[in-house]
């Protein structure tokens, strides 16, 4: 049984409701006054103290957010979720080595808890501990045979083999439970997965399309919406416009070493084994998928017009410094990167707020780029990948505005061709090192041996040597991609087959 919280915890319930309700509303400052309160006097670890970590990560105050969680954890026992809470504060923050400590911690008190046994899998899985991870998806699994994501995380964690595999589990929980949403979507996309890995590939794609379609079916997605978006990105942030903006007194001196780098793409196109490639380099770190940028140039942004005309007419200093504010903080380094895909689309406007930035594209062949989309379950976004004919259009739009960055950025933008790197990974991580001003050395591709945390849908992947067999591994499913090849090129995109 779980020890009572102290008394001191009682009076603290208001504040903390409080708090998360300010939270919830992005008012951080108002959120941490009642954080702050929700633990005083605390003798025991409290889901407070989680809370009051969370906002202090929000508001880009890394050290004080460890000193929370390092005081709580050293305060008398407290309830199993206040130190699950903890964990995934620490998970955001990137410390998986302090966040799979917390899920042990709560684990020891809740050993047949389920959700603590996923979040230490997850944690592990992110530091490359790949065989404990499956190991504690096991054990999630044993606890509540109904913990879905468990099924699906232990399946990425490696290749699965004719003697070594889940499908026949899979197949007869899907028998008995596929009427459930969550069983046909984890489990689905689970046996896919599998499926592929034994080159099994009609009845692979079968449980792809099935899963993705129960995906689809519970999200309200418009692709017009988005494709409405990226054209009015590039209407806005036109080639003239970049020119003027990012001249003058903000141009970078010559020769001038860039801080900040930004990998971008779209996902599962690569942008991953670039990330690992840069942070094997001396004085390189990375911040891993955060949404920093798009945060400080959104609360910049003021005046008339839509968002995008307001994101354009932002003070560049306000962006810049409040970008600052959220990303510098951290382990110290030369280099900082960051990592989210969707960053492509501020590309104009990282350029504008950050002159001497440095944007590196990368590029993958369409039909392998949108077939390891269709086939990835994603925590959150990326709605477009579920439909194949959505996928298709959302593929035309991205590639639209990418043609409008190369001609505006020019030589400001570095680009990356997925094939290329995984064929030549010495020669294109050089001259990507070299545009980032970072020395380079030929170690750096020995992705495998880089020990920073992961905790993107390539976790797994990245601890392996780089490979290239998942180039062309579209051609496993031609007969079933016609609705993709049809969008493409109805949209003048004609993929090489």
């Not at 047949?112 to 944690?123: D, G, H, I, K, T």
């Not at 129960?214 to 494709?227: G, I, K, N």
């Not at 496993?476 to 993709?484: N, T, W």
């Amino acid at each position: 049984m779980s020890p009572p919280m102290c008394a001191s915890s009682s009076p603290a319930v208001p504040a903390a409701e409080e708090a998360r309700r300010a939270l919830e509303a992005g008012d951080f400052d108002r959120a941490l006054v009642f954080a702050e309160r929700s633990v005083e006097g605390a003798t025991s670890c409290l889901p407070s103290h989680g809370l009051l970590a969370l906002v202090l990560l929000r508001l880009g105050r890394l050290e004080e957010m460890r000193q929370v969680i390092a005081q709580a954890a050293g305060l008398g026992t407290g309830i199993p979720d206040a130190y699950d809470g903890l964990g995934f504060v620490a998970v955001a923050a990137g410390d998986l080595e302090r966040a799979s400590a917390l899920y042990g911690r709560a684990i020891q008190l809740a050993p047949q808890e389920p959700r603590f046994w996923y979040n230490l899998a997850c944690s592990e899985r992110g530091q490359g501990k790949l065989a404990d991870a499956e190991a504690a998806c096991d054990r999630a699994i044993a606890a509540d045979p109904a913990q879905y994501p468990s099924y699906l995380l232990r399946s990425e964690l490696r290749v699965q083999s004719p003697v070594a595999n889940h499908v026949r589990e899979l197949e007869h929980l899907l028998a008995h439970h596929g009427g459930d949403y969550r069983a046909e979507l984890f489990l689905g996309y689970a046996l896919a997965k599998e499926l592929d890995d034994l080159d099994r590939f009609d009845e692979a794609f079968a449980w792809f399309a099935r899963a993705a379609g129960a995906r689809r079916s519970r999200l309200q997605y418009d692709v017009a919406a988005d494709e409405a978006k990226l054209g009015r990105i590039a209407a806005v942030y036109t080639r003239e416009f970049l020119a003027r903006v990012t001249r003058g007194d903000r141009e970078p001196e010559a020769g001038r070493v860039s801080r900040h780098i930004f990998i971008v793409g779209l996902p599962r196109s690569g942008t991953t084994l670039v990330e690992r490639i840069l942070t094997g380099l001396a004085g390189v770190r990375s911040n891993g998928e955060t949404d920093h940028f798009s945060r400080a140039l959104l609360a910049a942004a003021r005046g008339s017009g839509d968002v995008f005309e307001r994101a354009a007419a932002a003070d560049p200093e306000a962006v810049a410094a409040g970008y600052a504010r959220l990303a510098e903080p951290g382990v110290p380094a030369s280099h900082i990167v960051e990592k989210l895909p969707l960053n492509y689309l501020y590309a104009g406007a990282i350029l504008t707020a950050l002159p001497e930035a440095r944007i590196v594209l990368v590029s993958r062949a369409p039909l392998d780029s949108c077939f390891a989309m269709f086939r990835t379950l994603f925590a959150a976004g990326y709605p477009f990948s579920y439909d194949l004919a959505e996928l298709g259009r959302y593929y035309a739009a991205y590639a639209r505005l990418v043609e409008h960055w190369r001609a505006a950025l020019g030589s400001r933008m570095h680009e990356i061709v997925y094939e290329d790197l995984v064929r030549e990974p010495k020669r294109i991580g050089a001259a990507a090192a070299r545009y980032c001003g970072i020395e380079w050395r030929d170690a750096a591709v020995e992705i495998e041996k880089n020990r920073s945390v992961s905790l993107t849908a390539s976790a797994a992947q990245v601890r392996r040597p780089i490979y290239g067999t998942s180039s062309r591994r579209w051609r496993h499913y031609r007969r079933h991609l016609e609705p993709l090849l049809a969008t493409l090129r109805a949209r003048g995109i004609a993929p090489a087959e």
